[in-house]
């Protein structure tokens, strides 16, 4: 049983920063997949950025130059930086494990960028 425990949400300004985490329960956290999803109201879940096992990581043209995703294999967490947020990053970010084919999802946590 996969668990991820996302946190670090929250209401901030446009230009703010965020860090969200995703603490992970399972085994061997190392050899998962991870990344970050995003859903506003009305619209589909979308990738915001991943990163893959051995470290590659790839982002949503959107975040491109202000989000950094990032791991830490020893805590079991996935990380979000985001910075330069613009209200059109409001949403509940979902945090996703995947391995061989089969995807995880945390609870999410809303982030709302708003003056």
């Known amino acids: 049983q996969v668990q991820l425990v996302e946190s670090g949400g929250g209401l901030v300004q446009p230009g703010g920063s965020l860090r969200l985490s995703c603490a992970a329960s399972?085994?061997?956290?190392?050899?998962?997949?991870m990344g970050w999803y995003r859903q506003a109201p009305g619209k589909q879940r979308e990738l915001v950025a991943g990163?893959?096992?051995?470290?590659?990581?790839k982002y949503a043209d959107s975040v491109k130059g202000r989000f950094t995703i990032s791991r830490d294999n020893a805590k079991n967490t996935v990380y979000l930086q985001m910075n330069s947020l613009k209200p059109e990053d409001t949403a509940v970010y979902y945090c996703?494990?995947?391995?061989?084919?089969?995807?995880?999802w945390g609870q999410g946590t809303q982030v709302t960028v708003s003056s």
């Open positions: 990163i893959g096992s051995g470290g590659s990581t």
């Open positions: 399972v085994s061997i956290f190392s050899i998962y997949a």
């Open positions: 996703n494990a995947r391995l061989l084919s089969i995807d995880h």
